[in-house]
Structure formats: structure tokens, C-alpha cells
């Protein structure tokens, strides 16, 4: 699939039913070297790039193109696709948008897009910061490093403020076959005890049935709003909607899923008197 895919024409695409796109992924997984299939799956997801590059483009320097930066995300989107499996107990959303952030930086990371001459400033600061920190016994100051330098303290802060080290949670430590990535050691400090996991377990279980009862369109409002943190204006453009219909379907969404979890709560308490 062409990796410059043209956004604005997300909006003619026809979106698949939740039955529809199961039915695809079904396929898929039969046979993951059907490029068609692979394909219709892309443009299904093509939203979570458009949502990304969005919120990672305020922070990128004007040297970086954004047409760039969503063709990085499209690639992130396939690596998602073809890498993920439904062992992973996660929806494929989520786990998609931290495949295409993680590809996006990746390649921003792995072209240079500072001039060489600032690139040289840098590592003529880093360089005086090693050398005061041997000699104070202790970090410099910007002053003491702008005052070895015979530079002036702010551009010493400016210069440093540009060296964005863009470190990918899918960088493997260490260099052998058992190496591992990062996001596997990445340690837990929140921890719950096995009752309460059990219980934050079961309430997930019991939300996700809920959203799946949801029709397509409000089920998707619900996962950017309260997973990705999407405002419902940010939403309305991402699935070519008015702010003010996003808001109706977000509270019909509220409505629907307090009475589905009404409702299994009411059947387990009729079984278990029934038991």
C-alpha cells in the first residue's frame, strides 16, 4: 500500500461495521500474507495515524515534514497490523497507537534534522559540562558552562533546549539474541494486591462486554474520549462529525452502557439466588 496516503480522503472512505471488520480480521489471521486484506485493514485504521500525527506535531521542529511524519506512522500502523494477535489481550487500538508513536519517533530520531553547526554547539557544551562537573565535583550551572564557553547563558539554554534524544520504548538493551526491549523492563509501580487485580480485572471485563454491545460509531467516541484523552472537538474531526452530534452520541454512550451494566448486575444476583 502506498505509504503517502492522502488523509483527506479519509473522509469518503466506508467505514466497516464491527462485524464487517472482525470478518476481516478473521481473514487476516488465516492468511497474513493476503496483502488485500492487510490493505482494507490500514484504511479501517488509517484514523489512529491521523490522530497521532496531530497531537505529536506541535512539539516537532519546522524542519520536519508532516507528510513525513504520517508516512512514519503508516508504517507503524503495519507493523501493528501484521504483528498483533489477539494472545495480547488488548484492543487493537490501543496497542496501534503505540506502534505508530513508537515508529514516528523512531524515525525522527534516526534523522538528524539539526544542522551540523549546532550539532557542534552541543557537543562543545556537553563536552565544558563534563569537564566543570570533574572539576566542582558536581553538576555546573548554565552560568558556570555559559561562562567557559564566553557564551551568553540563555543562548547556552537555547542551544541545549534543541538536543531532543528521542528514545524508543522498542530499543533493545544489550546486543544479544536474548536481548530484550525496553517496554518488556519496564517496571510496574502500581501494584495491586491479587484481590484487588482480580477486581480491576473483572471490571474490565465486564466494561469491554459493555462497549462491544455499543453500536460502531459510539463505541469508537468512547474508546478517544476516555482511553486516548481526546476532546470532543478533536473527536468530531477525526470521524468527520460535529462537536455537538459527538456530544449526543457521547451521552447516549453513557446511557446505554450504565443500563448493559445494570443489567448484568441484576442477572448475576437473579443466578446466584437462583444457586
Not at 44 to 56: A, E, K, P, S, T
Not at 141 to 155: G, R, S, V
Request: aromatic share 6%.
Amino acid at each position: 500500500m502506498d505509504q503517502s496516503f492522502d488523509f483527506t480522503s479519509y473522509n469518503n472512505i466506508k467505514r466497516l461495521s464491527e462485524e464487517e471488520l472482525t470478518t476481516v480480521w478473521q481473514e487476516y489471521f488465516k492468511d497474513k500474507s493476503n496483502k488485500q486484506v492487510r490493505d482494507t485493514l490500514i484504511v479501517q485504521y488509517i484514523y489512529l495515524i491521523r490522530y497521532v500525527v496531530g497531537r505529536i506535531k506541535v512539539s516537532l521542529p519546522p524542519t520536519v515534514s508532516i507528510e513525513d511524519v504520517a508516512g512514519y506512522g503508516v508504517e507503524g500502523l503495519i507493523n501493528a497490523i501484521e504483528r498483533f494477535s489477539i494472545q495480547k489481550n488488548t484492543r487493537f487500538e490501543t496497542y496501534a497507537l503505540i506502534r505508530i508513536r513508537g515508529a514516528i519517533l523512531d524515525k525522527i530520531r534516526a534523522e538528524d534534522f539539526l544542522p551540523r553547526s549546532v550539532r557542534k554547539k552541543i557537543k562543545d557544551i556537553k563536552n565544558a559540562q563534563e569537564h566543570l562537573k570533574q572539576e566542582l565535583g558536581r553538576m555546573p550551572t548554565t552560568a558556570e558552562i555559559a561562562k567557559y564557553l564566553d557564551m551568553d547563558p540563555e543562548k547556552v539554554t537555547q542551544i541545549m533546549s534543541e538536543d531532543t534524544i528521542m528514545t524508543s520504548i522498542y530499543d533493545k538493551k544489550g546486543n544479544s539474541d536474548d536481548s530484550v526491549e525496553i517496554i518488556d523492563t519496564i517496571q510496574d509501580t502500581v501494584k495491586l494486591n491479587p484481590q484487588e487485580s482480580m477486581e480491576e480485572k473483572n471490571v474490565k471485563q465486564e466494561l469491554e462486554k459493555a462497549l462491544r454491545r455499543l453500536p460502531e460509531r459510539e463505541r469508537i467516541i468512547m474508546v478517544l474520549y476516555y482511553q486516548e484523552n481526546m476532546t470532543l472537538k478533536e473527536i468530531g474531526a477525526t470521524i468527520n462529525m460535529s462537536e455537538s452530534r459527538v456530544c449526543q452520541l457521547h451521552a447516549q454512550a453513557i446511557m446505554k452502557l450504565k443500563n448493559i451494566l445494570s443489567e448484568n448486575r441484576t442477572s448475576r444476583m437473579h443466578q446466584s439466588i437462583i444457586a
